[in-house]
């Protein structure tokens, strides 16, 4: 008997752990119908959940995607009061979903609003919603819409580099006169790799022209395959990754932060941020890049 009812908690918390999953794969169908049935059919056996309440914050992301402005709003609203209702009895970061949908919830209704024309609302409500989860793991998240609203055309926030591998960095504003180009990154990061050969193609290419490239990188707590690390193992292991799969970007310091995450709103890996010879930033991209969408940007800037 004990047996049996551990088997069917088992499928039960293979059944929750699937949901999140399943909403994702009928969004990509453009099966909105379809995913928010799921949603509607998990909350009335389980009830509102963190998993229920990611799973909602799909349904305001992929119809922001879909420009459906309206139902976005929805969705995000209603993720945003349930979520609200569940840090009554919870902190935020008690475990991993809540941060996650009230994240989503906060970035889907801010570029909605953006997108309306409502550019300064978003703003507004951005910056109260930074003040609000300052200590939390959403801080980095809400800072990368800030800064997606915001930081183009700004001078670039100095970089925190007590810390570092490969070459020793210097202060950006040391930086000024030559064209940089930051390269967020996180070891465990497969989309990262794939920008390795981008970036060794435009440092061979603008690199005479003064083209510096730097690569920020932080500690997550976890090395190869999620084993737990200390700060020093998990730096070797960083400095394997960086060695092996960056080596081919001549002179790329790697400053070694969790604050220049923070600051840059870097909670999307790879993170590119594109810094003019004026120290002003002239492209914040949350996401991989390829040669041809990111050479245009740089040759502008190394002119």
């Not at 928010?36 to 799909?58: H, I, Y």
């Not at 906060?106 to 200590?135: C, H, M, P």
């Not at 800064?147 to 070459?167: D, F, H, R, S, V």
């Not at 060794?200 to 500690?219: D, F, H, M, N, W």
Request: with cysteine; hydrophobic share 45%; aromatic share 8%.
């Amino acid at each position: 008997m004990w047996r049996y009812l551990c088997v069917l908690m088992a499928l039960a918390l293979s059944a929750r752990a699937d949901l999140v999953s399943e909403v994702r794969a009928a969004l990509a169908r453009n099966d909105f119908a379809g995913a928010e049935k799921r949603v509607q059919n998990f909350r009335a056996k389980s009830g509102v959940t963190p998993e229920m309440l990611e799973a909602l914050s799909w349904l305001g992301r992929g119809a922001l995607a879909a420009k459906q402005l309206d139902q976005a709003e929805a969705y995000a609203g209603e993720t945003y009061k349930l979520a609200l209702g569940q840090l009554n009895t919870r902190k935020l970061d008690a475990e991993r979903r809540l941060p996650i949908a009230l994240g989503a919830a906060i970035e889907v209704r801010a570029q909605a609003t953006a997108a309306r024309g409502g550019r300064s609302e978003a703003v507004g409500f951005l910056n109260q919603e930074l003040k609000t989860y300052w200590d939390t793991s959403i801080r980095t998240r809400i800072q990368k819409n800030i800064n997606l609203l915001t930081l183009e055309g700004k001078a670039a926030p100095a970089l925190e580099t007590a810390q570092w591998l490969g070459e020793r960095p210097v202060a950006l504003a040391e930086m000024k006169g030559r064209p940089v180009l930051l390269f967020f990154w996180a070891h465990w990061c497969p989309d990262c790799k794939v920008e390795a050969p981008v970036l060794s193609k435009l440092a061979s290419e603008y690199g005479r022209q003064g083209l510096l490239i730097v690569g920020p990188t932080q500690l997550y707590g976890y090395r190869a395959r999620g084993e737990d690390a200390t700060p020093e193992e998990e730096l070797r292991h960083i400095d394997e990754v960086r060695q092996k799969f960056y080596g081919q970007i001549p002179g790329m310091a790697v400053p070694v932060s969790s604050e220049n995450f923070r600051v840059y709103g870097a909670s999307t890996v790879p993170t590119l941020v594109l810094i003019d010879r004026q120290g002003m930033v002239r492209l914040y991209h949350p996401g991989e890049m390829t040669y041809d969408e990111l050479a245009p940007k740089v040759a502008a800037v190394v002119e």
